[in-house]
């Protein structure tokens, strides 16, 4: 899971949002109202497809889950499930990107909370997911830093196995991508430079190659890329960071 930074929606789309909003406010049963109101053809044909859109821009990837970040995000998820919350069910910054695996089948109305009332979940538009979550680079899996990193693991089921084998594979062959990389830049090409950049980007479960770059930066970075060295070295590079973390 990495940090997504959220894009402004066209106000005609928040005004829009605003009034559905006031609606649910003044319902009868505001839940009601808003599983109503979100399924409404109006919505369907004006306001989904708005914010289908950019949230698809704001994704990692090609179009992934924010979550898991393997499968393409087919759903829009309320963070704060409408059941627990129907007032924040056309508020923008309550819609992620989700693939139907998360969203419906692991996530579903589940929103735990602490002893405080406050959630446990990440959510990776609000925050960095790294405050929670370490994702070790050698076993594919993530360990929980905080209460919410371990609620976030367990929810999305973050470490299941086919999440971990992609890491594996991704962590392996972005080794070999940013050498690709770098060999264009050397030469001067560009077109070829900017095709090894979207290879190392467009992969599944890009949040291993956020990692290796956010690891690499860190204390402890010689540990974690001990047999590494070339890595480690390509991954410090100011000339890839600059270009590399600018593309992701
Ligand atoms: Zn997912």
């Not at 708005?50 to 704001?58: C, N, P």
């Not at 990837?61 to 970040?69: A, I, K, N, T, V």
């Not at 919410?148 to 086919?162: M, P, Y």
Request: glycine share 6%.
């Amino acid at each position: 899971m990495i940090r997504i930074s959220r894009t402004p929606l066209p106000p005609a789309t928040l005004t829009s949002m605003a009034d559905h909003t006031d609606d649910v406010a003044h319902a009868a049963v505001p839940g009601k109202r808003a599983r109503e109101l979100w399924r409404h053809t109006t919505v369907r044909k004006q306001v989904i497809p708005v914010l289908r859109t950019a949230l698809a821009d704001m994704a990692p990837g090609l179009e992934r889950c924010m979550y898991c970040g393997d499968n393409q995000g087919t759903d829009i998820d309320h963070f704060e499930p409408v059941r627990v919350n129907p007032l924040r069910t056309f508020d923008w910054t309550n819609h992620l990107l989700a693939c139907s695996l998360c969203n419906s089948h692991l996530k579903r109305d589940l929103f735990p909370l602490a002893r405080d009332g406050t959630p446990l979940l990440v959510d990776p538009s609000s925050e960095d997911p790294a405050r929670h979550l370490h994702l070790s680079l050698a076993a594919g899996v993530y360990l929980d830093l905080t209460d919410r990193g371990a609620a976030t693991i367990e929810v999305f089921h973050l470490n299941r196995s086919i999440l971990v084998r992609g890491r594996l594979r991704a962590y392996r062959i972005t080794r070999p991508l940013l050498s690709r990389w770098r060999d264009a830049v050397e030469r001067g090409d560009t077109a070829d430079a900017a095709g090894w950049a979207n290879a190392i980007w467009e992969q599944p479960t890009a949040d291993v190659v956020h990692a290796m770059f956010h690891q690499a930066a860190a204390p402890g970075a010689e540990d974690i890329f001990a047999d590494q060295t070339e890595t480690l070295t390509l991954l410090r590079d100011p000339v890839i960071r600059g270009a590399l973390l600018r593309v992701g």
